[in-house]
Protein backbone atom coordinates (compact mmCIF):
# COMPACT_ATOMS: atom_id res chain seq x y z
CA UNK A 1 0.00 0.00 0.00
CA UNK A 2 1.43 3.22 -1.08
CA UNK A 3 1.88 5.85 2.02
CA UNK A 4 -0.49 8.42 0.42
CA UNK A 5 -3.37 6.00 -0.61
CA UNK A 6 -6.38 6.60 1.21
CA UNK A 7 -8.49 3.08 1.84
CA UNK A 8 -12.04 4.06 3.36
CA UNK A 9 -13.66 1.44 5.23
CA UNK A 10 -17.25 1.78 5.27
CA UNK A 11 -19.26 0.27 8.12
CA UNK A 12 -22.64 1.38 7.33
CA UNK A 13 -26.19 -0.25 5.77
CA UNK A 14 -25.83 -0.75 2.44
CA UNK A 15 -28.00 1.90 1.75
CA UNK A 16 -25.40 4.51 3.18
CA UNK A 17 -22.36 3.12 1.80
CA UNK A 18 -23.86 3.24 -1.69
CA UNK A 19 -24.12 6.65 -1.77
CA UNK A 20 -20.82 7.14 0.13
CA UNK A 21 -19.43 4.79 -2.56
CA UNK A 22 -21.20 6.80 -5.01
CA UNK A 23 -19.40 10.55 -3.78
CA UNK A 24 -16.08 9.43 -3.68
CA UNK A 25 -15.72 8.03 -7.37
CA UNK A 26 -13.79 10.26 -8.43
CA UNK A 27 -11.81 11.55 -5.50
CA UNK A 28 -9.09 8.64 -6.05
CA UNK A 29 -9.97 7.09 -2.54
CA UNK A 30 -10.73 3.10 -2.56
CA UNK A 31 -13.95 2.83 -0.79
CA UNK A 32 -14.29 -1.16 1.47
CA UNK A 33 -17.99 -1.63 3.01
CA UNK A 34 -19.26 -4.05 5.32
CA UNK A 35 -22.83 -4.22 6.63
CA UNK A 36 -22.66 -6.69 9.34
CA UNK A 37 -21.16 -6.96 12.57
CA UNK A 38 -19.71 -10.86 11.66
CA UNK A 39 -18.04 -9.47 8.49
CA UNK A 40 -16.11 -6.61 10.52
CA UNK A 41 -12.94 -8.96 10.71
CA UNK A 42 -12.24 -10.06 7.46
CA UNK A 43 -13.26 -6.04 6.26
CA UNK A 44 -10.62 -4.83 8.33
CA UNK A 45 -7.80 -7.53 7.12
CA UNK A 46 -9.28 -6.68 3.11
CA UNK A 47 -9.61 -3.24 3.73
CA UNK A 48 -6.33 -2.25 5.75
CA UNK A 49 -8.00 1.23 5.66
CA UNK A 50 -6.48 4.58 6.44
CA UNK A 51 -10.00 6.04 7.45
CA UNK A 52 -13.15 4.51 8.97
CA UNK A 53 -16.65 5.48 8.81
CA UNK A 54 -19.14 4.45 11.09
CA UNK A 55 -23.14 4.56 10.62
CA UNK A 56 -24.08 5.14 14.37
CA UNK A 57 -27.89 4.77 13.37
CA UNK A 58 -27.50 1.85 11.24
CA UNK A 59 -30.02 -1.23 11.88
CA UNK A 60 -27.74 -3.84 12.25
CA UNK A 61 -25.20 -2.37 14.44
CA UNK A 62 -24.42 0.03 17.24
CA UNK A 63 -22.32 2.47 16.13
CA UNK A 64 -20.13 3.89 19.40
CA UNK A 65 -19.57 -0.13 20.58
CA UNK A 66 -18.41 -1.02 16.71
CA UNK A 67 -15.89 1.82 17.87
CA UNK A 68 -14.86 0.71 21.29
CA UNK A 69 -14.70 -2.69 19.78
CA UNK A 70 -12.35 -1.57 16.97
CA UNK A 71 -10.29 0.41 19.21
CA UNK A 72 -9.87 -2.44 21.61
CA UNK A 73 -9.86 -5.59 19.95
CA UNK A 74 -10.43 -4.95 16.56
CA UNK A 75 -6.85 -3.40 16.03
CA UNK A 76 -7.58 -0.30 14.27
CA UNK A 77 -6.54 1.62 17.67
CA UNK A 78 -4.79 4.01 15.94
CA UNK A 79 -6.77 4.56 12.49
CA UNK A 80 -8.91 7.46 12.51
CA UNK A 81 -12.86 7.55 12.60
CA UNK A 82 -15.54 9.42 11.52
CA UNK A 83 -19.50 8.46 13.01
CA UNK A 84 -22.59 9.13 11.03
CA UNK A 85 -25.32 10.32 12.82
CA UNK A 86 -28.26 12.58 13.95
CA UNK A 87 -26.31 14.77 16.62
CA UNK A 88 -23.20 15.08 17.83
CA UNK A 89 -24.93 15.48 21.50
CA UNK A 90 -25.98 11.41 21.64
CA UNK A 91 -22.57 9.84 21.61
CA UNK A 92 -20.34 10.17 24.01
CA UNK A 93 -16.55 9.03 23.95
CA UNK A 94 -14.23 7.55 26.36
CA UNK A 95 -10.82 8.50 26.78
CA UNK A 96 -10.11 4.73 25.03
CA UNK A 97 -11.56 5.09 21.73
CA UNK A 98 -10.10 8.68 21.35
CA UNK A 99 -6.50 6.79 20.52
CA UNK A 100 -6.96 8.11 17.27
CA UNK A 101 -8.80 11.36 15.66
CA UNK A 102 -12.61 11.09 15.50
CA UNK A 103 -14.89 13.21 14.08
CA UNK A 104 -19.16 13.13 14.40
CA UNK A 105 -20.72 13.85 10.89
CA UNK A 106 -24.23 14.81 10.95
CA UNK A 107 -26.81 13.72 8.05
CA UNK A 108 -27.75 14.29 5.60
CA UNK A 109 -24.29 14.17 4.29
CA UNK A 110 -23.02 16.77 2.11
CA UNK A 111 -20.40 15.13 -0.53
CA UNK A 112 -17.92 18.21 -0.51
CA UNK A 113 -17.75 18.28 2.69
CA UNK A 114 -17.62 14.45 3.55
CA UNK A 115 -14.67 14.13 0.89
CA UNK A 116 -12.86 16.90 2.61
CA UNK A 117 -13.78 15.12 6.26
CA UNK A 118 -11.91 11.73 4.84
CA UNK A 119 -8.88 13.41 3.69
CA UNK A 120 -8.40 15.81 6.35
CA UNK A 121 -8.63 12.58 8.54
CA UNK A 122 -6.51 10.96 6.83
CA UNK A 123 -3.40 13.65 7.27
CA UNK A 124 -4.19 13.70 10.76
CA UNK A 125 -3.14 10.48 11.22
CA UNK A 126 0.21 11.17 9.58
CA UNK A 127 -0.39 9.58 6.29
CA UNK A 128 -0.02 13.41 3.98
CA UNK A 129 -1.43 12.90 0.88
CA UNK A 130 0.19 15.69 -2.13
CA UNK A 131 -2.54 18.39 -2.90
CA UNK A 132 -4.26 17.17 -6.52
CA UNK A 133 -5.05 19.00 -9.11
CA UNK A 134 -8.73 20.21 -8.94
CA UNK A 135 -10.87 17.77 -10.85
CA UNK A 136 -13.01 19.12 -14.00
CA UNK A 137 -16.87 19.87 -13.47
CA UNK A 138 -18.92 16.94 -13.56
CA UNK A 139 -21.00 17.12 -16.49
CA UNK A 140 -24.83 16.54 -15.48
CA UNK A 141 -27.53 14.80 -17.15
CA UNK A 142 -29.32 16.89 -19.20
CA UNK A 143 -32.28 15.04 -17.75
CA UNK A 144 -31.37 16.55 -14.76
CA UNK A 145 -30.93 20.48 -15.53
CA UNK A 146 -33.97 22.05 -14.07
CA UNK A 147 -35.47 19.28 -13.20
CA UNK A 148 -38.24 18.81 -9.95
CA UNK A 149 -38.31 15.30 -8.46
CA UNK A 150 -41.23 14.98 -5.65
CA UNK A 151 -40.18 12.17 -2.74
CA UNK A 152 -43.20 10.46 -0.97
CA UNK A 153 -41.81 8.52 1.54
CA UNK A 154 -42.36 7.91 5.31
CA UNK A 155 -39.22 6.68 6.11
CA UNK A 156 -36.90 9.77 6.42
CA UNK A 157 -33.50 8.40 6.18
CA UNK A 158 -34.22 6.79 2.88
CA UNK A 159 -35.82 10.06 2.50
CA UNK A 160 -32.78 11.96 3.31
CA UNK A 161 -30.48 9.46 1.12
CA UNK A 162 -32.46 9.67 -2.09
CA UNK A 163 -32.71 13.47 -1.60
CA UNK A 164 -28.68 13.85 -1.03
CA UNK A 165 -28.20 11.60 -4.15
CA UNK A 166 -30.71 13.40 -6.67
CA UNK A 167 -29.21 16.93 -5.36
CA UNK A 168 -25.85 15.75 -5.97
CA UNK A 169 -26.81 15.19 -9.38
CA UNK A 170 -28.29 18.23 -10.34
CA UNK A 171 -32.08 17.91 -9.33
CA UNK A 172 -34.26 20.31 -7.09
CA UNK A 173 -36.07 17.96 -5.20
CA UNK A 174 -39.32 18.02 -2.68
CA UNK A 175 -39.43 15.93 0.42
CA UNK A 176 -43.30 15.01 1.73
CA UNK A 177 -45.23 12.95 4.06
CA UNK A 178 -48.10 11.16 2.19
CA UNK A 179 -51.08 13.31 3.48
CA UNK A 180 -49.13 16.10 1.73
CA UNK A 181 -48.38 14.84 -1.17
CA UNK A 182 -51.18 16.23 -3.10
CA UNK A 183 -51.30 19.37 -2.30
CA UNK A 184 -47.60 20.00 -2.86
CA UNK A 185 -47.84 17.95 -6.30
CA UNK A 186 -50.78 20.92 -7.25
CA UNK A 187 -48.70 23.88 -5.79
CA UNK A 188 -44.85 22.88 -6.75
CA UNK A 189 -46.11 21.12 -9.88
CA UNK A 190 -42.85 18.36 -10.38
CA UNK A 191 -41.62 16.68 -13.15
CA UNK A 192 -41.36 13.42 -11.43
CA UNK A 193 -43.01 11.52 -8.59
CA UNK A 194 -40.97 9.05 -6.38
CA UNK A 195 -43.65 6.95 -4.53
CA UNK A 196 -43.04 4.48 -1.73
CA UNK A 197 -45.48 1.97 -1.40
CA UNK A 198 -45.56 0.94 2.16
CA UNK A 199 -47.08 3.77 3.96
CA UNK A 200 -49.50 4.50 7.11
CA UNK A 201 -52.85 5.68 6.05
CA UNK A 202 -52.56 6.44 2.34
CA UNK A 203 -50.57 3.97 0.24
CA UNK A 204 -48.24 4.45 -2.75
CA UNK A 205 -51.09 2.93 -5.10
CA UNK A 206 -53.99 5.07 -3.66
CA UNK A 207 -52.26 8.45 -3.89
CA UNK A 208 -51.32 7.22 -7.17
CA UNK A 209 -54.84 6.82 -8.30
CA UNK A 210 -55.62 10.06 -6.84
CA UNK A 211 -52.43 11.68 -9.18
CA UNK A 212 -54.27 9.96 -11.92
CA UNK A 213 -57.63 11.10 -11.27
CA UNK A 214 -56.81 14.90 -11.22
CA UNK A 215 -56.31 16.96 -14.66
CA UNK A 216 -53.18 18.88 -13.08
CA UNK A 217 -51.38 15.82 -11.99
CA UNK A 218 -52.19 13.16 -13.71
CA UNK A 219 -49.22 14.22 -16.77
CA UNK A 220 -46.58 13.49 -13.76
CA UNK A 221 -45.04 10.55 -14.41
CA UNK A 222 -44.91 8.06 -11.46
CA UNK A 223 -41.92 5.69 -10.44
CA UNK A 224 -42.51 3.86 -7.73
CA UNK A 225 -39.69 2.44 -5.37
CA UNK A 226 -40.57 0.13 -2.76
CA UNK A 227 -39.39 -3.30 -0.68
CA UNK A 228 -42.32 -5.25 -2.22
CA UNK A 229 -41.35 -7.53 -4.43
CA UNK A 230 -44.58 -9.93 -5.15
CA UNK A 231 -45.39 -9.62 -9.45
CA UNK A 232 -48.76 -8.49 -8.14
CA UNK A 233 -47.42 -5.47 -7.25
CA UNK A 234 -45.45 -4.53 -10.09
CA UNK A 235 -49.14 -5.37 -12.57
CA UNK A 236 -51.15 -3.14 -10.52
CA UNK A 237 -48.19 -0.49 -11.12
CA UNK A 238 -48.79 -0.83 -15.05
CA UNK A 239 -52.60 -0.22 -14.51
CA UNK A 240 -51.63 2.55 -12.62
CA UNK A 241 -49.80 3.47 -15.91
CA UNK A 242 -47.06 3.96 -13.07
CA UNK A 243 -43.63 5.10 -15.35
CA UNK A 244 -41.88 2.75 -13.59
CA UNK A 245 -41.47 0.32 -10.66
CA UNK A 246 -37.77 -0.07 -8.43
CA UNK A 247 -37.38 -2.41 -5.19
CA UNK A 248 -35.29 -1.87 -3.03
CA UNK A 249 -32.33 -1.99 -2.67
CA UNK A 250 -31.90 -0.64 -5.94
CA UNK A 251 -28.36 0.33 -7.24
CA UNK A 252 -27.36 3.96 -7.52
CA UNK A 253 -26.96 3.61 -11.18
CA UNK A 254 -30.09 2.03 -12.17
CA UNK A 255 -31.77 4.39 -10.57
CA UNK A 256 -30.32 7.60 -11.60
CA UNK A 257 -30.51 5.77 -15.38
CA UNK A 258 -34.48 5.11 -14.58
CA UNK A 259 -35.09 8.58 -13.44
CA UNK A 260 -33.11 10.25 -16.59
CA UNK A 261 -35.35 7.89 -19.13
CA UNK A 262 -38.41 8.86 -17.68
CA UNK A 263 -37.84 12.36 -17.25
CA UNK A 264 -36.65 11.45 -21.41
CA UNK A 265 -39.49 10.30 -22.37
CA UNK A 266 -41.60 12.66 -20.91
CA UNK A 267 -40.03 15.03 -22.74
CA UNK A 268 -39.88 13.61 -26.12
CA UNK A 269 -43.83 13.46 -25.42
CA UNK A 270 -44.11 16.88 -24.72
Known sequence: MSPDEIR???IAAREYSETIQYFLRDAEISVYAVDRADELVEALRRARPTVIAIDCVSPQMNGPAVLHWLRSDGGARDVPAMLITVGKSQHKLSEADATAPVEFVDVPLHQADFVTRVRTLHRAAGI???AAAPAPAEQRPAAATGK???IVEDDADHSNLVRTLLEAEGYRVLECANLDAFKTAIVKRPDVMVLDLMMP???GFVLAEVFKACRLTRHIPIIFLTALHDPQYVEASRDLQAAAFLTKPVTIA???VTLATVL???A???
Do not use: E, I, Q, S
Open 8 to 10: LLV
Open 128 to 130: VRP
Open 148 to 150: TVM
Open 201 to 203: VLD
Open 254 to 256: HFL
Open 264 to 266: GAG
Open 268 to 270: DRA
